[in-house]
């Protein structure tokens, strides 16, 4: 990797770019020593160190080392990683300990970016050292040196000989981008660069694009007026194919006209190609992507080149949002009502509503695009914090699909499949379309039951029957990860075991016979793997008749436009949970996926099937009318004054002992006990499942009609956590399982 040039500091080794000015003594590389140390003036430095502590430690220096820089630093008997946030002037400079080494030639972050990763920690009531660790890749916090590759190349030089040569110099007369170097010539390009004809320059940034954008609809070209140049966030509303897409486009190429840098999360980066590919074709050898499945040597060199603005534009799923980007001016979140953008481990933050804060504080446009908007969304735009840009025409699209509800009350099913979805999915998979198969719940079916004796498999960790699954063959807790072989006999009275109910396998099977020849292809998480269903579904883009069945990982990715029956399997499960956002994400994901019915001149047509064809969700959901649906559940969350109207926060606790968590949640509460006017206290009870992974699961919900109430009751001296017990704040919890 072709890397700037670094010297070093005489002194401690500390990495200095040739761009960052040498200090004037030269004592050549040698060893620190006190010495040599007591001819300068010691400094302190706060360094925040990547350790369990409550507080950031003082250390010394022989020279001011900026914030936002990482150092190592003695710690105990070992040597830790930090990065120093402050400079306070300390009593006893003898006392402390000096900084080993110094690890960055520039500062990885500002001020503001120190600020907003110490806002979220108190604010999701973890350490701010948590935060940090988060928001550095792995060998950030490990200590790596971020080198950068060099992103362009100018031409030092005569004019050359040779056709290939003097392409290049063509092309090289300002800053040249790598990838265009690449295009012309590369093996000539790397010898020029080796005997000095091309020298590393900076990547040239501005608004010049690859290719033009189509002509904009009035609504679009309304909403980019709107919203570029504001300082608030907005909900760009529009259905798939509405064309928000542009929108985001044409903003960040405004604000990358002002030498701005755009930060833009997805959910997942492989079920969102199409986004990600028009930002690429629009701005080539501008974007980075930083998601989980990349390598660490390209996470850290990635985020680097954000960090130190060398790149535009970052695309990234949750985690990207704590990049540093010195000169952000445009934050875009896709699909924002997306329940990944809430972090399911500590520290819970909500990447959405992170993104809002930074947007506030910087006083830059925050763009939430979603055709099915969050009620945290909704609730903010009728109090006037969010404005709105709406799309409401679908490009190409004559009428949205047909609709139709299938009482499943007393019909037979086959392998959970009414006669009359079977008799559509033939008669589509004839005319030569593709039919896609939705049934929230992978593996082969859910419960193994002896139908003599009524015994079933327990697994052994948690409170909860094992999924079973046929391949590979075994009874698979989805909680634990336990998984146990399957008994061909009941271990009781040895007798055959029925499996009852389907899941993803079992259908797939099950269809594979009944409509052969035509393939199925199955999309859930055995069988994406850790890359994503948008390989599986570039499969379906050859749009010969075939048959989608899976999890709610079909409902994003790949357009196709061939498919044209949608089947729910099964929508109760989600329309009787416990869960008070259960309406809310079973509407989006219906909404999504019926959405993918029917494109251009062929109609689509959507079969749910249930159990429970009276329950009030169904008329507005038939209708696709999202909003009503919202308004609906809107009113029952104000009546019980949940989320969006209430605020949350929910202490959890686990223990492998049974009771000892429910009595440390117990003590909890009786020390909040004073805020119980203001704050209602909920519990403490067992979780849902209160046995899980071995463990016993205990919770306190706490509940105040405003947020000030809430900070004041969470902010009450707790009683410290007994030995093994873990406990952990779930600030605006999204579930509570
Ligand atoms: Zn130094
Ligand atoms: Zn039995
Ligand atoms: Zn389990």
Known sequence: MDTFLHGYCPRCFHVMSLLSPMPSTTSGRGFYTPNQASATALISHQILVLAPLPEPLDYRHHERVAAGTRVRVPLGNRHAIGVVVGHAPHPDMDALKAIDAVLDALPLADARWLDLIRWAAQYYGCRTEAMLRTALPNWGRSGRELQLPVLAYRWNGDYPRGEQRQKLFDASQTACPVEQLKAINWPIARTLIKNGNLEPAELPQDDTVAEVGPTLMP???DAIARIDGSNTPWLLEGITGSGKTEVYLQLAKLALSRHQQVLVLVPEIGLTPQLVNRFEARFPGQVIHLHSALADGARWSGWGQVAMGKRPILIGTRSALLTPMPRLGLIVVDEEHDPSYK??????????????VIGHRLKIPVVLGTATPSLETIANLDRGRFQHAQLTRRAGVAKPPATELIDLRSLSLHDGLSDHALTAVADTLQRGEQVLIFLNRRGFAPVLLCHQCGWHPECPACDAKPTVHREPRRLWCHHCDHQAPWPSRCPTCAQRLDVIGQG???????????????????????????????????????????????????????DLPNLTLVVVVD???????????????????????????????????????????????????????YRALATQELEIRTRSGLPPYGHMALWRARNPDPGIALAHLNAIAQAMAPHRHTVKLLGPSPAPMERRAGQYHAQLLLLAADRKSLRAALATPIPPAPSRLWRGLDMDPHDLF
């Open 571 to 625: 929508a109760d499960q989600q329309l009787f949970s416990g869960d008070f956002r259960a309406i809310e994400s079973l509407s989006q994901t219906l909404i999504q996926v019926m959405g993918r019915a029917g494109r251009a001149e062929k109609p689509g047509r959507v079969l749910i099937q249930t159990h429970e064809p009276e329950h009030p969700a169904w008329p507005h959901l038939l209708a696709g009318n």
């Open 219 to 221: 609504e679009q070209a």
């Open 343 to 356: 972090q399911a481990e500590a520290p819970r933050y909500h990447a959405r509503d992170l993104a809002v």
């Open 504 to 558: 993803t396998q079992r259908l797939e099977e099950s269809l594979a016979h009944s409509m052969a020849p035509f393939p199925v292809t199955r999309i859930d998480r055995d069988t994406a793997g850790a890359g994503g269903a948008g390989k599986l579904l570039e499969q379906a883009r050859d749009n010969l008749p075939r048959v989608l069945v899976g999890t709610q990982m079909l409902a994003k990715g790949h």
